[in-house]
């Protein structure tokens, strides 16, 4: 079992930078590949980032790819999601993901087991 608590969610203007993290508790964080998605208001939960357990390989939705940076620390049991260059667009509740083992379907949201509850991201323009 793995528990998942988000921060560092905020309201920021647009062109600005946050960090977000997850903090998980349980055992072999190590073996747990971890992701970031985001939601708005009527819509589906979509993909942002995604890392293996390793950290040596990483994935990235199109319309963040060169603004965000996904990363973690084993040691810490914490994964990263840098933001920078923020659009009024990247406004949504992000929420922190959990999977064991590294799959190809890194961008499918039923492939993961555990989430956290989510943190605010307010981009304002």
């Known amino acids: 079992q793995v528990q998942l608590v988000e921060s560092g969610g905020g309201l920021v203007q647009a062109g600005g930078s946050l960090r977000l993290s997850c903090a998980a508790s349980g055992r072999s964080f190590s073996s747990y590949a971890m992701a970031w998605f985001r939601q708005t208001p009527g819509k589906e939960r979509e993909f942002v980032a995604a890392i293996s357990t390793s950290g040596t390989s990483t994935y990235y939705a199109s319309s963040v790819k060169g603004r965000f940076t996904i990363s973690r620390d084993n040691a810490k049991n914490t994964v990263y999601l840098q933001m920078n260059r923020l659009k009024p667009e990247d406004t949504a509740v992000y929420y922190c993901?959990?999977?064991?083992?590294?799959?190809?379907?890194?961008?499918?949201?039923?492939?993961?087991?555990?989430w956290g509850q989510g943190t605010q991201v307010t981009v304002s323009s």
């Open positions: 993901a959990a999977r064991r083992g590294n799959s190809a379907y890194y961008y499918v949201l039923r492939y993961y087991d555990y």
